[in-house]
């Protein structure tokens, strides 16, 4: 298993397809990192499909509808763009046309996606998992979708 180096600001997501360790991001993303903490300290995205999954791009979840159109009930965040790359495993922040619409989607990077860079807030890298996140069911949506077990801050556990 990965060294957890900072529980406080790692992620460990139990999916369906098996464990994922999430190293967070806050000087990247404060905000955003703020509120991924918040609403796994909530155990909100128990449960919650991978409801969007492109094979070689990314795996989508976050949305308690499943649909690619919900989200908690806190105020969207403002938009933290850093100059951090796309690349595999990298953890960003879904959102609408409006940069500053992220909520609670986020996605995870199969492989590298530069078009991305600036464009999405990045808060984490997967630092142990990636082979389970490779299995996770590919669809735009998803036929009978992988989920999140669990999703917990590593401190919490």
């Given at each position: 298993m990965a060294e957890i180096k900072d529980?406080?600001?790692?992620?460990?997501?139990?999916?369906?397809?098996?464990?994922?360790?999430?190293?967070?991001?806050p000087d990247l993303a404060p905000n955003h990192v703020a509120r991924i903490k918040e609403l796994?300290?909530?155990?909100?995205?128990?449960?919650?499909v991978f409801h969007r999954v492109i094979d070689g791009f990314?795996?989508?979840?976050?949305?308690?509808?499943?649909?690619?159109?919900?989200g908690s009930d806190k105020p969207d965040l403002k938009a933290e763009f850093s100059n951090m790359s796309h690349?595999?495993?990298?953890?960003?922040?879904?959102?609408?046309?409006?940069?500053?619409?992220?909520?609670?989607?986020f996605f995870i990077c199969f492989d590298d996606a530069p078009w991305l860079n600036k464009q999405y807030s990045v808060w984490g890298q997967v630092i142990e998992g990636m082979d389970a996140i490779?299995?996770?069911?590919?669809?735009?949506?998803?036929?009978?979708?992988?989920?999140?077990?669990?999703?917990?801050?590593?401190?919490d556990a």
């Open positions: 529980p406080e600001n790692t992620i460990v997501m139990e999916t369906t397809k098996g464990k994922v360790v999430i190293e967070l991001l796994a300290r909530e155990n909100f995205y128990d449960g919650i990314m795996a989508q979840t976050g949305d308690p509808t499943g649909t690619g159109m919900g690349v595999r495993g990298t953890c960003s922040m879904a959102r609408s046309q409006n940069p500053n619409s992220a909520n609670s989607q490779d299995q996770i069911k590919k669809g735009e949506p998803v036929r009978d979708p992988d989920s999140i077990v669990t999703m917990r801050v590593a401190a």
